[in-house]
């Protein structure tokens, strides 16, 4: 019996009770409204609800009496051995042993998709991260945000949502342009521009340009800072991308920021953002320049969405970003900026709630603090930026996006590439990693020893180690959906972690093959059916992190 399958069985007995107390009285109440926990004292039971406390005072009765009657009608259901109840009115569930080990055969049946669930069904959303300026190579707050931002993804789409991965390419304005001017420079041998970008990857850049245009600079001057510009742009954008494969995060969309500012079939984007904004009620005019009145939305300040001399402001960019996000599909919008872009956060709200939508739900905004390694160099091409194909390089891919994934978003970050890169059980990406790998061995040596998956006798996972085990094998697509929801990967780290103590003590007392010459027995078989459902759900749990499960180690 899983959660959902108690929480059915829960409401199948709560509702004629609720129906004798308030008979006049519509609960609306789902299978999902009943909330069940794991009690931190197994010796508790199961599973454990509040449900009696959270409807005694609506249904006018005591809360120990309303959770005795759910308790009594509860015992009677199949799968359930026993009811208590303690404290204030908590009902403890303790269920038979079949019912709760036949999770090991339906987490095998259902394999990659166990943990899937349909909590955000119905719901498009747009995930933007990264989004780099293409004036550079990626560094370590990118190589944050890559990893959270895709985990974030994988954790929706695993819940039903439609979600996509989306990157910004800055590749209009001022930074572009010194870019132009830092490649045409290193072209011609030059000093770099006082305002330009410094670093061996310019002068690298200079020399694929050159190789492509060899006669670059015979053109005008004009000519030469764009053909520099668009022909660096193209090679660093290349970079920028290979840098991602490489490191598992897969886009499935580059949106460039110049598509805003195109008007070659009438008017831009920008410029039917700033009108539909208008129709919305929140633009205005004052000295010549246009506003947007994003006070009304909790900013600190109105807006200048375009300047007296006809120039349209970054505010502009974001707001036409923004309204073809909605045109596109997208119900939930989704940013994720670092600690510096902290000032972001009410100006992009402020977007929504002048576009007509609800910046409370619409829209989210998640910021990163900053992260440091431990005895890292600064990248030698770029000189004062520390490199996401450094880092992945030296710690590795698996290490470095789980250590990343582990800790919430908004907390600093100091890593241990030593610590990291060790081959012991303190490092918790290896410990995890290393109890996938031994549930293959389990199975490879079973298999070896004539242990095979041909019986399944559920209520004889019956020893402590297995009982808890199966009660964190439940847990998975619960904590698969509250993650998706609160878009915190790092749940699913320290649950494979508590997942993976769990299997290596479950290992230590419980033999899936018999000792020397004993015969195998039904348990064997059954035990076979618990590894090799662990090992699914610390495979699917490592896929939703972007790192890999290897089978040895």
């Known amino acids: 019996m899983n959660p959902e399958a108690l ?55 005591n809360p120990r009496d309303l959770a005795q009657r759910i308790a009594d009608g509860l015992a009677q259901s199949d799968g359930v051995a026993g009811v208590e109840i303690a404290g204030p009115g908590f009902i403890n569930i303790r269920l038979e042993a079949g019912a709760a080990g036949a999770l090991a055969k339906t987490i095998v049946d259902q394999g990659s998709a166990y943990g899937t669930n349909a909590s955000q069904a119905g719901v498009s ?20 945000w890559a990893a959270l931002g895709d985990s974030i993804v994988r954790l929706l789409l695993a819940s039903g949502a439609e979600a996509v991965r989306e990157y910004y390419i800055n590749d209009a304005g001022a930074q572009m342009e010194r870019f ?15 305002d330009g970008y410094p670093g061996a990857y310019i002068a690298e850049l200079a020399q694929r340009v050159l190789a492509a245009h060899p006669g670059l600079l015979d053109l005008p001057e004009e000519e030469q800072l764009v053909v520099a510009r668009d022909q660096a742009y193209e090679y660093q954008l290349a970079e920028i991308k290979a840098s991602l494969d490489a490191f598992n995060v897969p886009f499935d969309v580059w949106f460039s920021e110049r598509t805003l500012h195109a008007d070659s079939e009438g008017p831009s984007l920008v410029d039917q953002a700033v009108e539909r904004l208008r129709a919305q009620g929140h633009v205005f005019d004052e000295e010549g320049a246009v506003w947007v009145r994003t006070t009304d939305f909790g900013d600190d300040k109105d807006r200048v969405i375009r300047r007296s001399n006809g120039e349209y402001t970054y505010f502009a960019a974001d707001a036409a970003y923004y309204l073809n996000k909605g045109d596109r599909g997208f119900q939930n919008k989704i940013y994720l900026l670092g600690a510096d872009h902290h000032g972001y956060v009410h100006r992009l709200k402020a977007v929504a709630g002048a576009a007509g939508e609800d910046p409370e739900k619409n829209i989210e905004v998640l910021i990163g603090q900053l992260v440091s390694v431990r005895g890292a160099r600064l990248s030698k091409r770029a000189g004062n930026i520390i490199e996401m194909d450094d880092l992945r390089s030296w710690i590795g891919t698996d290490a470095l996006r789980y250590a990343l994934e582990r800790s919430p978003a908004d907390s600093p970050l100091d890593l241990d590439p030593e610590l990291l890169q060790k081959r012991t059980n303190d490092n918790p990406v290896f410990y995890v990693q290393y109890a996938h790998a031994r549930t293959h061995n389990v199975s490879r040596n079973a298999a070896d ?105």
């Open 7 to 61: 929480s059915a069985a829960v409401l199948a007995v709560l509702d004629p009770i609720a129906v004798s107390l308030r008979p006049d009285e519509q609960l609306g109440l789902q299978a999902a409204d009943i909330v069940l926990e794991r009690p931190r004292n197994r010796d508790h039971g199961d599973w454990s609800t509040n449900i009696a406390m959270r409807l005694a005072k609506r249904l006018g009765t």
């Open 125 to 144: 959303v747009n995930v933007e991260f990264v989004s780099a300026n293409p004036t550079g190579p990626l560094h370590i707050g990118h190589t944050r």
């Open 180 to 194: 132009a001017r830092s490649v045409l420079a290193a072209v011609k041998g030059e000093p770099t521009p006082e």
């Open 449 to 553: 020893s004539g242990v095979d998956r041909s019986e399944f006798a559920p209520e004889l996972l019956t020893h402590e180690t297995e009982s808890a085990l199966l009660g964190a094998l439940q847990e998975f697509p619960r904590l698969v959906a509250f993650a998706a929801e609160v878009r915190e990967p790092h749940r699913i780290a320290r649950y494979l972690e508590e997942l993976a103590g769990l299997y290596h003590r479950w290992y230590d007392n419980c033999r899936v093959i018999p000792k020397g010459d004993d015969p195998i027995e039904t348990v064997h078989r059954t035990r076979l059916w618990l590894n090799d459902a662990t090992g699914q759900v610390l495979r699917n749990g490592l896929d939703l992190l972007g790192v890999s499960a290897p089978e040895r180690m």
